[in-house]
């Protein structure tokens, strides 16, 4: 079952869309369910991310953990955004069913790429960030799933 969060989310999804000439641009995927999650992100001078939209083809838990995952990183500075991980986003979202929980991998492994697209566009390292995978399959916490 889902929770009544992640029917909200699915239902009225928060922030979708793209960010014109946007500071960083992440595209995840999985192909074993086919979900393609793209993360746009506005971040100003500070480091401070001002906007946050996304486009994903995907599910139901796929397009609200997008949703939520915009919410919490707007307003966050670069730092903060890389903390927001799989587990924060099934919080805020009340859980997923198991069989799901990869969706959520899936919007923090977004994140991440847009963040590194924006640390490469600007010539800067940010502290922890990893490159990121193009399938969430190859990557590490998937395995941990």
Not at 87 to 112: F, Q, R, T, W
Request: aromatic share 6%; hydrophobic share 40%; with cysteine.
């Amino acid at each position: 079952m889902y929770s009544e969060k992640v029917i909200d989310h699915f239902s009225n999804p928060r922030n979708v869309g793209e960010i014109e000439d946007p500071s960083g641009v992440g595209t995840v995927g999985n192909a074993k369910c086919g979900d393609i999650m793209r993360m746009y992100l506005d971040i100003d001078d500070n480091g401070i991310i001002r906007e946050a939209k996304f486009k994903t083809f995907g599910c139901g838990a796929a397009i609200a953990t997008s949703s939520m995952a915009t919410e919490l990183v707007k307003g966050k500075t670069v730092q903060e955004a890389l903390k927001v991980t799989n587990k924060a986003v099934m919080e805020a979202l009340d859980g997923l069913p198991p069989v799901k929980v990869h969706c959520s991998l899936l919007a923090e492994e977004a994140i991440h790429a847009a963040l590194w697209d924006y640390a490469k566009k600007n010539g800067i390292v940010i502290e922890g960030l990893k490159e990121p995978v193009d399938d969430i399959e190859e990557s590490a916490e998937y395995d941990a799933l």
